[in-house]
């Protein structure tokens, strides 16, 4: 069985996912289907390329991510199939990839342009049925090399100011990048950069981080590990970033945290 | 590996599809799980024979189609088993299956009336589990023949005026089966009687769509080619019929459009 | 293939449950998974238990059920690998499991703590993708025993009062579970209790039905059995307990049930 994920923006009411795995499955029947996301907001380009690239690396060599947030379906955007260490990546070339280019080792996308690989007639408004989904099923059957699908592209589409940064010499600079269901806030601040800087600084108090008005006074390892359950912590999240949390509630709906708060990291 | 999709309102929370798919993996490990929509609105048999009739043709040959909206369980209402062009459909005999009747080439239905290939014990409150999860997965074994259900239904129940018509010299009379995920508003108007309409016309300004007192003063090929982000343009939507929508935005909250509302096609 | 079933607290929106199956298709690519609910309220342990519960007995032999609600993640509790009735059962030992173990005719718990079952490293916040994804993938494969995992745990964390209980002469007591997308509100009071009762006391004019202020007179076989559609009535439910309704409405909105409200059952 191949893999397939999807991450879309169409929500879990409407049959445009299913169709997209109808159509899939008269390419190839031999696969196992993995709904990364379908809450992505509609249009949120930025949203569905760090769900991506979190949930990517979990996912075996070989696996296929289709991924459709496409605002501009009908225009010349391009279609993208994508290589990415040992994994492939298809969807529009419009930056929701950015994150997985970034990070890879190695990397190879071509443009999808075969109408051999697509279906016979294309929508002005559904490229994710006629064009993405045909081309990950292709992909899935094994025996479709890369450049079948197109010319290469040497520079797809990228989103600006996706990494946090060191901005000073103790400061750290960065975003919150989703706020989960649990009302957690994961930032872009990664562990490793956190750690470079602990290192370099030994600073003597630890670190702080600020969003908007309000401050976590230093990070934990645990949820259970908050002393209480009304003030903002921070911790490592499953993703290796820094994750502002309220013990056993909701830091969005207490603090009023949102993606794209900018968020600053503080060593003292 | 069988194709076996679901259309239900159930919503996404209740175990109650879980439970159906642990029901047909009893009667056969080999299955391949579509969710079409659980998001049907409660009891609301029109949305999903829309929905339903929308998805079934991009799923290849020999899929089965489970559809469970079933506010008359426990009743008189039959269970149905319906065969057409090659595709399978199982589901209450409440007019869920209408408008894949009134698409096939050729079809049959039968009665599912046979115990043995039902659940041993028949509760009053889930027939999506106790019969037609069962029928469904009979289905995806092979081997069962639709006659093995139960005698033939020569006369499914059909919801009535499903389709759009040609109601003067130069309009087209049809409503709003859908508004989705993105607010865009899918009618029942196709894009072949706007074309027939067109060809025998040959109208000098082209058409405008009413609904309510919201006039789209013609269609376009994509979104990406509306003149603007505030005004209602359509276009043909991937299921080839006329779509409402708003460039980037959403038809349905800035012009308060819903599925049932009549739509005019003025040919001028 | 293997089945493996998954119920969360993870809402629908993120990536968590797909990362989850990605790590278990990394350990074993013939798996079909069956989403049971990921909506369990944020960290109600006694939801996930109830729906659990609910939904396994539909699932074969041999069918591995996954469930992770769990806000102590990262502390010192136990994670549990069960074998119960021929199924088998992951998750954290804080009474999520407490149905499905009051019902195994035989069952047997082992500790989760060989480090060779779970990723390399373990996070601190999201053991649904370090520990139990690959607990439930490992025992998916076959051939790793349950010994294989850590030693037995002889007494798992339960939740208290799950089971509704006859209180007195004519009465039974009980507690609302859920109330579900259709707005039926399900109790814990079961059919085999209600009817043992019957058996014994020959009440002369049958039961009713107290939730609240409400009084439900009477239980009829299936929803359409109701009189009308204002009033609230009881029919067994498709899990074999009470459940209160409104024929074609919802109980849940229409009398303001919902889950933890005391019911009573008076034979009279």
Do not use: C
């Given at each position: 069985?191949?893999?397939?994920?999807?991450?879309?923006?169409?929500?879990?009411?409407?049959?445009?996912?299913?169709?997209?795995?109808?159509?899939?499955?008269?390419?190839?029947?031999?696969?196992?289907?993995?709904?990364?996301?379908?809450?992505?907001?509609?249009?949120?380009?930025?949203?569905?390329?760090?769900?991506?690239?979190?949930?990517?690396?979990?996912?075996?060599?070989?696996?296929?991510?289709?991924?459709?947030?496409?605002?501009?379906?009908?225009?010349?955007?391009?279609?993208?199939?994508?290589?990415?260490?040992?994994?492939?990546?298809?969807?529009?070339?419009?930056?929701?990839?950015t994150l997985v280019i970034a990070r890879a080792g190695k990397w190879r996308a071509d443009e999808i342009a075969n109408p051999e690989l697509s279906l016979h007639e294309i929508s002005g408004t559904f490229h994710g049925r006629d064009v993405f989904a045909p081309a990950a099923a292709w992909l899935s059957r094994?025996?479709?090399?890369?450049?079948?699908?197109?010319?290469?592209?040497?520079?797809?589409?990228?989103?600006?100011?996706?990494?946090?940064?060191?901005?000073?010499?103790?400061?750290?600079?960065?975003?919150?990048?989703?706020?989960?269901?649990?009302?957690?806030?994961?930032?872009?601040?990664?562990?490793?950069?956190?750690?470079?800087?602990?290192?370099?600084?030994?600073?003597?108090?630890?670190?702080?981080?600020?969003?908007?008005?309000?401050?976590?006074?230093?990070?934990?390892?645990?949820?259970?590990?908050?002393?209480?359950?009304?003030?903002?912590?921070?911790?490592?999240?499953?993703?290796?970033?820094?994750?502002?949390?309220?013990?056993?509630?909701?830091?969005?709906?207490?603090?009023?945290?949102?993606?794209?708060?900018?968020?600053?990291?503080?060593?003292?």
């Amino acid at each position: 069985m191949a893999i397939v994920t999807l991450t879309t923006d169409f929500g879990y009411a409407e049959p445009y996912v299913g169709v997209m795995k109808g159509v899939m499955l008269g390419i190839n029947r031999a696969i196992t289907f993995v709904d990364l996301t379908h809450g992505v907001e509609a249009r949120n380009i930025r949203q569905a390329a760090f769900a991506l690239a979190y949930a990517a690396p979990w996912f075996p060599e070989g696996a296929i991510h289709l991924a459709v947030v496409d605002p501009g379906v009908g225009t010349q955007r391009k279609a993208l199939a994508l290589e990415a260490d040992g994994q492939f990546f298809v969807g529009p070339d419009n930056g929701i990839l950015t994150l997985v280019i970034a990070r890879a080792g190695k990397w190879r996308a071509d443009e999808i342009a075969n109408p051999e690989l697509s279906l016979h007639e294309i929508s002005g408004t559904f490229h994710g049925r006629d064009v993405f989904a045909p081309a990950a099923a292709w992909l899935s059957r094994g025996g479709v090399p890369l450049e079948a699908f197109g010319p290469p592209v040497a520079g797809p589409e990228r989103l600006a100011q996706t990494h946090a940064m060191r901005s000073a010499g103790n400061l750290i600079e960065g975003e919150v990048v989703h706020t989960d269901h649990f009302g957690n806030a994961i930032t872009n601040i990664s562990r490793e950069l956190v750690e470079q800087m602990e290192r370099e600084l030994e600073p003597d108090d630890g670190l702080e981080i600020i969003v908007g008005s309000v401050t976590a006074p230093g990070m934990v390892k645990t949820y259970s590990d908050a002393p209480d359950s009304t003030s903002l912590w921070a911790t490592f999240s499953s993703g290796g970033a820094i994750e502002l949390f309220v013990r056993g509630g909701s830091a969005a709906r207490l603090f009023g945290l949102k993606a794209g708060d900018h968020v600053e990291v503080r060593f003292f």
